[in-house]
């Protein structure tokens, strides 16, 4: 349940410097009102992974979700695989969003079987990974640095793992993206953001979003070495794909 003070309003006042958006503590206290006003399909994505996990998950390692944030994902799937022999990492270099995580965590007895850690998901010894969660991160990471995570997590994976992968999108042509661009500003005026939200917030993303076309995520996931792969959730410039090693 959202209250007033949980409720995204951080770009509604004229703003006269828009500086470049970050995971500042004021962006994780209304992230999950922010998450679900702002991504298409937010909640079935979510419903997705946990499925997935559900499906796939085989009790043998570690589910990790990078750049949890506030740890929906991680939720979600304590919330559906109850057991004592699941194990759940949760990373993000953002430490509200840690601080958020663990809270939202806590009500599980989950203890010994779930970790929260704050760091940079770039430079870190995933060991014992069963499945990988990277769900709408990788568009903040930066071009040349994508392939490399992607090529850690594809190693760190036994064979049979799964990486859930969400991203925001662009794409193929400058006519589709014009047209899935207004098309979605038309979904964020329906989720009750005024036309000064929409515009400050795309200015704060500018050069720190850096998202691909679908053919650059599948082929960015062929060249990390995934051969199986298939997209599980579209809607609008939003994908979420499914990737088995
Ligand atoms: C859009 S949010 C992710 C949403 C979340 N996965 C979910 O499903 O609700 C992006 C998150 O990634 C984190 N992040 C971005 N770059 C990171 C990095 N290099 N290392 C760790 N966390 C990172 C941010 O702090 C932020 O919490």
């Keep these: ?36 006003r702002s991504i298409p399909c937010y909640a079935q994505v979510q419903d997705a992974i946990a499925s997935v996990a559900g499906k796939c998950y085989k009790y043998n390692g570690v589910i990790y979700d990078l750049g949890c944030s506030t740890g929906t994902s991680l939720y979600n799937i304590a919330r559906r695989l109850q057991s004592n022999k699941l194990k759940l990492t949760g990373i993000d270099d953002a430490p509200a969003m840690v601080k958020q995580c663990r809270q939202k965590l806590g009500q599980f007895n989950l203890k010994g079987q779930i970790e929260i850690l704050q760091g940079d ?17 990788l568009q903040f990471i930066s071009p040349d640095k ?23 999108t662009i794409q193929e042509t400058e006519q589709l993206n014009t047209l899935f ?52 959730v579209k809607h609008l410039n939003f994908t979420s794909i499914v990737a088995v090693k």
């Design 146 to 168: 994508k392939p490399v995570l992607l090529d850690t997590l594809y190693r760190a994976l036994p064979k049979g793992g799964v990486l859930f992968l969400s991203d925001k």
């Design 181 to 232: 661009t207004d098309v979605y500003y038309e979904f964020k005026v329906n989720q009750g953001y005024s036309e000064l939200e929409i515009s400050q917030k795309r200015e704060a993303l500018e050069n720190v979003l850096t998202p691909c076309t679908d053919k650059e995520l599948m082929g960015l996931l062929k060249n990390a070495g995934f051969s199986s792969m298939e997209i599980i």
């Design 1 to 36: 349940m959202n209250t007033e003070r949980d409720t995204d309003k951080i770009y509604e006042q004229p703003q006269s410097k828009i500086t470049p958006f970050s995971f500042t503590d004021e962006v994780a206290s209304v992230f999950d009102d922010m998450a679900r």
């Design 121 to 137: 998901i770039s430079n870190f010894n995933y060991t014992h990974a069963e499945m990988f969660i990277l769900n709408y991160v």
